[in-house]
Each structure stands twice: as C-alpha cells, then as structure tokens.
C-alpha cells in the first residue's frame, strides 16, 4: 500500500506505524548501522562540538555508533528526558550511555534524574548539531512525527543543523507541514541525503519549549 495524500497527517502516521511494525529487529539494526556509517561521514557530524542525539524507540533507527563516536572524539553528547512536572523534554548531556541512561517516559532510555540538564539557550548556536528522528519526511525538509510535537518544541528557535534519521522509504515527496514547523537543513538515510535550500521565512508563531530556559536541578522522576 501506497502512502496516504500529502495533506493527511493521520494517514501518514498510521501507514508509517505499520510499516514499521513489519521490519525485523535485525533489519532495523542493519540499517541503523548503514545509516550510522554515512552520518559519521558528514563532515558537519565529525566537526560538531555538542551533539544533540535520541535514544532510539523499538521502531526507529539506532544511532549509537554515533553517539559512541562523538564521545570518544572527546566531544559532548546530549539526550532528551522527559520533565513530568512541566511536561516537556530537557536535553541533558552523558559521558557514558552504558552507566548515564535508564528506562524512562514512554519506555525510552533517557539521562538519569541526578543528571543536571542543559540550559536550551546554550544548544540553540551553531555549535550543536541535532540528530532528529521521525515517521515521515520530505527533501524540502519537513518532518512529520508522532503528534506531542516535542520535537518541534525542542528545535524552536535552534539555528545550528538539523539532521533528519531516516530510512530510504520514509523519505516522502511531500510532508504536511504548518509554517511554525521546525525545517531540517538535512534528511539522511540508507541510500539518500537531502540538503534543502534555506529559504528565509518570516517569524511565525512557534510551539514553544514549555521547559524553563535554564534549571540546573534535576526534575522530577518520569511518570
């Protein structure tokens, strides 16, 4: 079956999802795997000072080769966790993935609670390179998620590069996309990579991060 029209957003969803629940755990870690290879060969990936990654869910693309790499380069990683009390992410920064990260919100890995988070105006720069997973994506560089929009909260206002983890087939010429949507500058997958034309836009109304600007105690435990 065929993806559903570009303006449906349920339908993409639900056509993703079970596509995704028919690839093999293996299959998944194979292209996670390929896909690892070519973003480590990004000269944007290799250079980046912080790397914002993701702990992947059962259905989405494995990174850790990634992450493994920047910190061994001696290069700063940090990772979403879920705040219940504002129901919101923070980005927190981990040294060792084997030792910094548990199950938490949603059954994902996340930083520890004893972890300090960062302040989100430190990660907006240049300096930090995002790695954003998805269910859908186009070459123009939109993205369509899950539907908290957590993401597109995370990436508000975030000016450094916004690397879109896909495989080959969720790579779609066209997404839906409203105008406060955060826009990747690059979409990566098995086979394909996809650098859209920044084209200026003006200032639209944003979902924006619920989470404090800057907290240095560590939140609540997840839910």
């Given at each position: 079956?065929g993806?559903?029209?570009?303006?449906?957003?349920a339908?993409i969803r639900?056509w993703?999802r079970?596509?995704?629940?028919?690839i093999a755990?293996?299959a998944?870690a194979?292209?996670g795997?390929?896909?690892?290879?070519?973003?480590?060969a990004?000269p944007v990936v290799?250079?980046a000072?912080?790397?914002?990654?993701?702990?992947?869910?059962a259905d989405e693309?494995?990174?850790e080769?990634?992450?493994e790499d920047?910190?061994?380069?001696?290069?700063?990683?940090?990772?979403p966790?879920?705040?219940?009390?504002?129901?919101?992410?923070?980005?927190v920064?981990?040294?060792n993935?084997?030792?910094?990260?548990a199950?938490?919100?949603?059954g994902?890995?996340?930083p520890?609670p004893?972890l300090?988070?960062?302040d989100?105006?430190?990660?907006?720069?240049?300096?930090?390179?995002?790695?954003?997973?998805?269910?859908?994506f186009d070459?123009?560089?939109h993205?369509l998620?899950r539907?908290?929009?957590?993401?597109?909260?995370l990436l508000?206002?975030?000016?450094?590069?916004?690397?879109?983890?896909?495989?080959?087939?969720q790579i779609?010429?066209?997404?839906?996309a409203?105008?406060?949507d955060?826009?990747?500058?690059?979409?990566v997958?098995?086979?394909r990579?996809?650098?859209?034309?920044?084209?200026?836009?003006?200032?639209?109304?944003?979902?924006?991060n619920?989470?404090?600007?800057s907290?240095h105690?560590?939140?609540?435990s997840p839910?």
């Amino acid at each position: 079956m065929g993806a559903p029209a570009a303006t449906d957003k349920a339908g993409i969803r639900a056509w993703a999802r079970e596509r995704l629940a028919t690839i093999a755990q293996q299959a998944l870690a194979a292209i996670g795997q390929c896909v690892s290879q070519r973003l480590l060969a990004l000269p944007v990936v290799r250079q980046a000072t912080v790397l914002a990654a993701y702990a992947a869910m059962a259905d989405e693309i494995p990174i850790e080769e990634v992450i493994e790499d920047k910190l061994r380069q001696g290069g700063k990683v940090v990772m979403p966790r879920y705040d219940a009390a504002a129901r919101c992410y923070r980005m927190v920064a981990i040294a060792n993935p084997e030792k910094d990260l548990a199950r938490g919100h949603y059954g994902i890995r996340e930083p520890r609670p004893e972890l300090p988070p960062e302040d989100p105006a430190d990660l907006r720069g240049m300096a930090t390179v995002w790695l954003v997973p998805g269910l859908a994506f186009d070459p123009q560089g939109h993205r369509l998620g899950r539907g908290a929009g957590y993401y597109d909260r995370l990436l508000a206002g975030v000016a450094g590069p916004r690397i879109g983890v896909a495989q080959d087939w969720q790579i779609l010429p066209a997404v839906p996309a409203e105008p406060h949507d955060a826009i990747l500058t690059m979409v990566v997958s098995e086979h394909r990579l996809f650098e859209p034309p920044q084209v200026p836009r003006a200032p639209q109304p944003r979902k924006e991060n619920p989470c404090p600007n800057s907290s240095h105690s560590p939140p609540s435990s997840p839910a």
